[in-house]
């Protein structure tokens, strides 16, 4: 974080022996820290600047608060021409090598995980040459069980249908009455086991 200027000849002027400072009457403390401050040299900021001084921000708020109170025409602005913010440089600790041990075997696990989760679905066998019997095992299965859900439903619905047919005897004298109650209870049970058989049909191929 900058917190120092890298003083320009234009302040290092104004500070000098009969510069425009001097009638300004400095404090003698904010002129011996300004003078202290354009004294020491910084090696890493001559080549940017004629004189490579760094005046920190703390003595160019005091010196500008010096100027506002004597209402001074010597504006900063003005002092701070040629100026430049100061940002040293940043030195980057060096990482340590069981760290970056570390990390490189985090890094290739993770990629193993990668490549196992994408490939999980993939298998050698050529399609050309068959599926294997646990294949045709499976499909055999799931044959077998829908042709199983197919019967119970097939049953379910004429159970219904019979039941409510012979039991709405006692309900309804005619047949038309009779046939026709038992066609809605009927019709009823097969919309709700078709819903079931659908959902577990669904269940079944989001497996596969």
Do not use: W
Request: net charge neutral; charged share 25%; aromatic share 6%.
């Amino acid at each position: 974080m900058a917190s120092s200027l890298l003083a320009g000849e234009r302040l290092v002027r104004a500070l000098s022996p009969g510069g425009e400072l001097e009638r300004e009457q400095l404090p003698q403390k904010l002129r011996a820290e300004l003078e202290a401050a354009l004294g020491k040299k910084d090696m890493g900021c001559e080549s940017r600047s004629g004189s490579g001084c760094l005046v920190p921000f703390r003595l160019i708020r005091d010196l500008h608060q010096h100027l506002r109170e004597r209402d001074s025409t010597l504006y900063l602005h003005e002092l701070l021409k040629g100026s430049e913010i100061y940002l040293p440089e940043v030195v980057k600790p060096p990482r340590s090598p069981e760290l970056v041990a570390r990390l490189e075997k985090i890094k290739i696990q993770l990629a193993n995980e990668e490549y196992k989760r994408i490939t999980r679905n993939v298998t050698c066998q050529d399609s050309r040459h068959g599926r294997t019997l646990s294949d045709l095992g499976k499909q055999v299965r799931s044959v077998k069980a829908l042709v199983i859900t197919i019967f119970n439903f097939i049953v379910t619905v004429a159970a219904a249908f019979i039941c409510t047919y012979l039991g709405s005897q006692y309900i309804f004298t005619e047949m038309a009455s009779r046939v026709l109650a038992a066609l809605i209870v009927a019709s009823v049970v097969g919309l709700a086991e078709l819903y079931v058989m659908v959902q577990a049909m669904e269940g079944e191929f989001g497996e596969l």
